[in-house]
């Protein structure tokens, strides 16, 4: 198997997990508040990554560098952004609409690549973010209404995912996978705590009977460890194989998956909308998939009707 086509496996097992966790931390954040979760959830994680840093990869602490502290906080920061605007939001509007807009980091990856980074990009990318945008929105249709602030909440949380796929990207390939890893984790779990600490009840997090309750415990258990631990492993590890746009593709099957497992778990029903939008983010990711001498078609073919319209006009 192909490096490249290895990572985008790799990257769907995570998109996966974290569609499957939809139904346990929205139990779970009934009984212990969203901040002071992401703070305990972060730091179990960080946690975990540390010891096997020290047990089994040892030798990158070598490699340990002011610039890779530098930058595996920026991408912390990038996440914590993408995590607490998208909690945050979440109080003040849907479910739904928080989908959709949060799905929105689909667009801006390229969008930022081209504004930012001068990258140019292929027709597939440009088709494929359009088709999968269009199934976030088929996807969420039923409760699409007015706007509100915890909408823009949720948009600021789109601008941070997509630059944690952005900054991902760009430093991956520079420096130790698990090293970095744990410096970005390790930045969100903080950077939880605080806010925490200043805005919610953050004692909970230290409360026995909250933390061990069967809610909490499994969605602690599940998210620390596969959620966060094991799947920003694989993102930092996998990403350097791939493109930026193709791994925010590919993390559009977040809702897909998530909309699969509440259906068989919380009883969930997909409407029809929401069926044909699973098919559009599929397309989406078959669209970002297609190789170059598809494109150049594409191309050509285009190019040659608008001459022959122009020819036509004269």
Same mark, same amino acid.
């Not at 929205?26 to 508040?33: D, M, T």
């Not at 009977?209 to 258990?221: I, M, N, Q």
């Not at 746009?245 to 590919?250: E, F, G, K, Y």
């Not at 969930?268 to 029809?272: E, K």
């Given at each position: 198997?192909k490096?490249?086509w290895?990572a985008?496996v790799?990257?769907?097992?995570?998109?996966?997990?974290?569609?499957a966790t939809?139904?346990?931390v929205?139990?779970?954040?009934?009984?212990?508040?969203?901040?002071?979760f992401n703070?305990v959830?972060?730091t179990?994680?960080a946690?975990?990554?540390g010891?096997?840093l020290?047990?089994?990869?040892?030798q990158?602490?070598?490699m340990f560098?002011?610039?890779?502290?530098?930058?595996?906080?920026?991408?912390g920061i990038?996440l914590?952004i993408g995590y607490?605007f998208?909690?945050l939001?979440?109080?003040?509007?849907?479910?739904?609409?928080?989908?959709?807009?949060?799905?929105?980091?689909?667009v801006?990856?390229?969008?930022?690549?081209v504004?930012?980074f001068?990258?140019?990009?292929?027709?597939n990318?440009?088709l494929?973010?359009a088709a999968?945008t269009?199934?976030l929105?088929?996807?969420t249709?039923t409760?699409?209404?007015?706007?509100?602030?915890?909408?823009g909440?949720?948009l600021?949380c789109?601008?941070?995912?997509?630059?944690h796929?952005?900054?991902?990207?760009?430093y991956s390939?520079?420096y130790?996978?698990?090293?970095l890893? =744990?410096v970005?984790?390790?930045?969100?779990?903080l950077?939880?705590?605080a806010l925490a600490w200043?805005?919610?009840?953050?004692?909970?997090?230290?409360?026995p009977? =909250?933390?061990?309750?069967?809610?909490?415990?499994?969605?602690?258990?599940v998210?620390?460890v596969?959620?966060t631990?094991?799947a920003?492993?694989?993102?930092?590890?996998f990403q350097?194989?791939?493109?930026a746009?193709?791994?925010?593709?590919?993390f559009?099957?977040?809702?897909?998956?998530?909309a699969i497992?509440?259906y068989?778990?919380?009883g969930?029903?997909?409407?029809?909308s929401a069926?044909?939008?699973c098919?559009?983010?599929f397309?989406?990711?078959?669209?970002?998939?297609?190789?170059?001498?598809v494109?150049d078609?594409w191309?050509?073919?285009f190019?040659?009707?608008?001459k022959?319209?122009a020819d036509?006009?004269?």
């Open positions: 198997m490096p490249t290895f985008d790799s990257l769907l097992l995570v998109a996966l997990i974290w569609g939809f139904v346990l929205q139990n779970a954040i009934s009984f212990l508040e969203p901040l002071s703070a959830r972060f179990l994680a946690i975990l990554l010891f096997w020290l047990l089994f990869e040892r990158q602490l070598k560098s002011i610039k890779l502290l530098t930058s595996g906080i920026m991408i990038c914590f607490a998208q909690t939001g979440l109080v003040y509007t849907t479910s739904s609409k928080a989908g959709f807009i949060t799905g929105l980091s689909v801006l990856v390229p969008l930022f690549t504004l930012i001068k990258h140019k990009l292929g027709v990318s440009y494929g973010a999968a269009a199934g929105y088929l996807l249709l409760d699409i209404a007015s706007l509100n602030m915890g909408d909440f949720i600021i789109a601008v941070g995912f997509a630059f796929i952005l900054m991902t990207g760009k390939s520079h130790p996978s698990l090293l890893t =744990v970005q984790i390790a930045t969100v779990a950077l939880s705590g200043l805005f919610e009840d953050w004692k909970q997090a230290f409360n009977a =909250v933390l061990l309750s069967p809610e909490v415990a499994a969605a602690l258990l998210t620390a596969f959620a631990a094991l920003f492993l694989i993102q930092t590890n350097k194989y791939t493109s746009t193709r791994v925010a593709l590919i559009a099957m977040e809702p897909v998956f998530a497992t509440g068989f778990w919380a969930d029903r997909l409407s029809y069926a044909l939008g098919l559009f983010i397309l989406g990711m078959v669209a970002a998939e297609l190789p170059s001498s494109q078609r191309k050509k073919k190019n040659l009707h608008v022959k319209g036509s006009e004269v």
